[in-house]
């Protein structure tokens, strides 16, 4: 009933840019929020960019500014625009749907994809 997939991950120079996608088939939940979370081999999970029901966006201060997350009307697919790349942002990339039934004010549960690699070269 809810299945991830992310695309869109590869090798790029540092000040290039890269687009992830999220192709996201998610049925009978309601979609709380959306996430792009990364993480680099030996460290926590980091989040990057979520986007609230509400349209609201939050990210974290490193990517402020450079990265942007989008979801298409349909909501089928959720992006992460990321743009001015760095070396340091070089890592696995996870779309992950806070998703609850039938309605956001129930206990929510977190679904994950299965991640993208994004590798910044100086």
Known sequence: QVQLVESGGGSVQAGGSLRLSCAASIYTYSRCSMH??????????????????????????????????????????????????????????????DLARPSCNKLKSRYWGQGTQVTVSS
């Open 36 to 97: 792009w979370f990364r993480q680099v081999p030996g460290k926590e999970r980091e989040g990057v960019a979520t986007l609230n029901r509400d349209g609201s966006t939050v990210y974290v201060d490193s990517v402020k500014g450079r990265f942007t997350i989008s979801q298409d009307n349909a909501g089928n697919n959720l992006h992460l625009q990321m743009n001015d790349l760095k070396p340091e942002d070089t890592a696995m990339y996870y779309c992950a749907a």
